[in-house]
């Protein structure tokens, strides 16, 4: 296992289209985060789940997202009807509960462009 | 409730020199703090990170920070840039009961000139 990995790496979509992404985190690592950081911004976080459960949504996560992790492997996020405003870099990061310090790892991230 | 704040958002330094980026937090609870590199269009790469214990933390690269309680600070340091060093620079914290979940800075950009 080489570490979190996201795709696509680019989107670019029209606005008011859906798109969805995904995130298959480091194998053992129970946690996965989303995070979504704009342009001359840090990351900021969106929601959490650990196994299959979504354990915390930020109030930053519109109705339009939805995060799935249906067995508790990967992680799908979705946005419905894209706005110029969701362009941004989103990124995905897992990590082991109970490797306490330890920290995340992070992906590549999936950039998104709505035009 | 936690903050980091990263003084200067562009350091630029000479290849050998001092490097020096600073940050600062807030958090209501014992925090973990992490420095993360990005360059463009990847993700964050960990730089090192502070939990417990020792203060003084050392990691990849070179780099390495000290951990003030006193001063709130996590200051990254490290004693002689190299080109490859130009990126961008992350502070974080978060609390020990959930380490992945991070409240991230702005970010420095460091630049290295020849």
């Known amino acids: 296992d080489t570490g979190v990995s996201q795709d696509p790496r680019h989107k670019i979509t029209k606005r008011g289209q859906n798109v969805t992404f995904r995130c298959d985190p480091i194998?053992?690592?129970?946690?996965l985060y989303w995070y979504r950081q704009t342009l001359g911004q840090g990351p900021e976080f969106l929601t959490y789940?650990?196994?299959?459960?979504?354990?915390?949504k930020s109030r930053l996560l519109s109705d339009r997202f939805s995060a799935e992790r249906p067995k508790g492997s990967f992680s799908t996020l979705e946005i419905q009807r894209t706005e110029q405003g969701d362009s941004a870099m989103y990124l995905c990061a897992s990590s082991l509960e109970g490797a306490k310090g330890i920290g995340a790892f992070f992906g590549q991230g999936t950039r998104l462009t709505v035009v | 409730a936690q903050s980091v704040t990263q003084l200067g958002s562009h350091v630029s330094v000479s290849e050998g020199a001092l490097v020096l980026l600073r940050c600062n937090y807030s958090?209501?609870?014992?925090?973990?703090l992490f420095w993360y590199v990005q360059y463009p269009n990847q993700g964050l790469q960990l730089l090192l990170k502070y939990t417990t214990g020792a203060t003084l933390v050392k990691g990849i690269n070179g780099f390495e920070a000290e951990f003030k309680k006193s001063e709130t600070s996590f200051h990254l340091t490290k004693p002689s840039a190299h080109m490859s060093d130009a990126a961008e620079y992350f502070c974080?914290?978060?609390?020990?009961?959930?380490?992945?979940?991070?409240?991230f800075g702005d970010g420095t950009t460091l630049t290295v000139k020849p």
């Open positions: 958090s209501s609870v014992p925090p973990y």
């Open positions: 789940f650990q196994n299959e459960a979504q354990l915390e």
């Open positions: 974080a914290v978060s609390g020990s009961t959930n380490a992945g979940k991070s409240t």
């Open positions: 194998s053992e690592h129970n946690r």
